[in-house]
């Protein structure tokens, strides 16, 4: 394979328009078949990376997935998570913001969830939404919401620069292939209770959350924490893409075991 | 195989005396093969019993592991989570308490990190050890720790009643394996991190915790929460019997997929 993850990583600087991004793409294999092996490669790259990440504990990594509805976040999440030791393994799905959470400024519960270090955290939406449903929806005034792309990057600098890595997946899936989901949940009885009426309404704002979209990854794509779009129609490539880019970014931190207690040389067990 | 986990459970209103329990019981099982192919089935239905868990979220799981230093408690977390969604179970290592912790009640931190409904949450320690090492190193004086029973049998009864199943295991292993497994640590790179000189020197109290724990499952296993003795020399058989004790428990909770909104057979997505 010549062409990596990084195909997909938004450089910062310059301006984003998602209908250049492929949704169907699949790089350079020719079948799900073709990417299976190296993307179970990954998988297992990535768990005993985790492992090592654990027993140093001087890294932490927070994984950000955004999507659409029915874009793949729950779906991505158990591929790629499933076999990682859930005890060095934090998922936090974020819902609709308790009344709690709502009195505090937009970064609060997100910032409550980071990993510490020695743990991968993962977050199913994230503080992003602060930019996305608040924005479409007239939630907060725009002269709130254009301020947070600032916060928001200096907020992941801070994390990056005390030891977390940081890196965003906008799973990119067409308008169709949504109808496509929201259909399967309507017909698998083991998907119906993911049904909610709010995903066919939400889809006559199709084109709005797009344009949120573009302007939050070209605002927040930052050399610290790299936003990835994600061709996210076929499961298994997007599968592919993710797992490659934690492998290239976990090996990037460098992580070793620790060594070990002065003079175990010498210790006897009584 | 007549013998189930439940052979291991602690009868409630009984005397304990650790002695009678096998740490290197196999069951009915001659060899380490044999169990194989059934506790990979069991692995198998805790992931999708965790799934419906997760849709249904009228249920939470609290899992908590006890064990003698080396006890084996990271290793059984390690084999029987890993293959469950991170996204539905959250482990929590209860280290040294934090100078914030120490100024609450000794349920403080762990009430904070019980799961909520939808997901399994494995407790590394628990708030036993406030009747373990804090009674063995006098960290508080018998009239506090006595009381302490009472209030941990009440606290899982009210998350029992509240939807939260408990169960405990308890890793018993022989000291002759203890030594074993700290020499492990001193002899092989990849361990040598998890060593720690103060494994050696608890050895001396190890009289002092066994009685601790014989007191601790005589006072508190309970129906609504029951402790298991877990013969666990054996890495293999202490995951068979953890894992059957987890499938029975969680198919005890008939737990099914929720229905799906009302109307959905009429929706059209557009």
Known sequence: MAITSDAYRVRPGGK??????KTDDMGEFDSKE??????????????????VMYAEGKHALLVI???????GKDGAIQSIFTGVNPQGCRVTSFKQPSLRERKHDFLWRHHMACPPKGIIGVH????????????VKNIVPKSMW???YE????????????????VKFFLHISKDEQKKRIQDRLNDPKKMWKFSSTDVEERQFWDDYQQAYADLLEQCSTKHAPWYVVPADHKWFRNWVISDALVRILKGLQMEFPRPEKGIENVKVV
């Open 124 to 135: 199913n939406r994230s503080h992003y939404e602060a930019v996305l449903v608040e924005r």
């Open 34 to 51: 073709s990417a299976h092996p190296l993307t179970q490669k990954n998988f297992e790259k990535i768990r005993d990376l985790q492992g």
């Open 16 to 21: 984003v328009s998602l209908k250049k991004y």
């Open 65 to 71: 997935f955004q999507a659409m509805d029915a874009g």
């Open 151 to 166: 916060h928001i990057r200096v907020f992941e600098e801070m994390l990056a620069e005390e030891g977390t890595a940081v």
């Open 146 to 148: 254009k301020e947070r």
